[in-house]
């Protein structure tokens, strides 16, 4: 009965290794605020208001070639989804809250 159970596992393990990775969640930033998500293999950043509470969320990003850039949901509810560019990918991204005080934000997410 031993083998028969090695014998599965192993199956598991080569079955894992040879599943696209696009079956795979999307890297995900977020506060309690919302989130930011890379999407397309890291060609863009989606970010969400998930709260609906009037406080702006954002993402802090850099691609490959260009400067750091900031997309922004403001006042309430909503969806920002930056370009997806193929031969320039998102680099990092992290997620923050405008709430009072010091802004909240998430650890920041590398390709």
Not at 4 to 18: E, P
Not at 48 to 65: A, G, L, M, T
Request: with cysteine; hydrophobic share 30%.
């Amino acid at each position: 009965m031993k083998p028969v159970k090695v014998a599965a596992a192993l199956a598991i393990g080569i079955l894992a290794w040879t599943v696209p990775s696009s079956v795979y969640a999307n890297v995900s930033a977020s506060t309690y605020g919302g989130h930011t998500e890379e999407y397309d293999g890291w060609k863009g950043i989606a970010v969400f208001d998930d709260n609906c509470d009037n406080n702006d969320v954002y993402s802090d990003f850099k691609r490959d070639i260009g400067t750091p850039q900031v997309w922004r949901v403001s006042g309430g509810c909503g969806e920002f989804e930056s370009t997806g560019i193929t031969g320039n990918l998102v680099q990092r991204f992290n997620h923050c809250t405008d709430d009072a005080g010091p802004n909240t934000c998430s650890s920041t997410k590398y390709r």
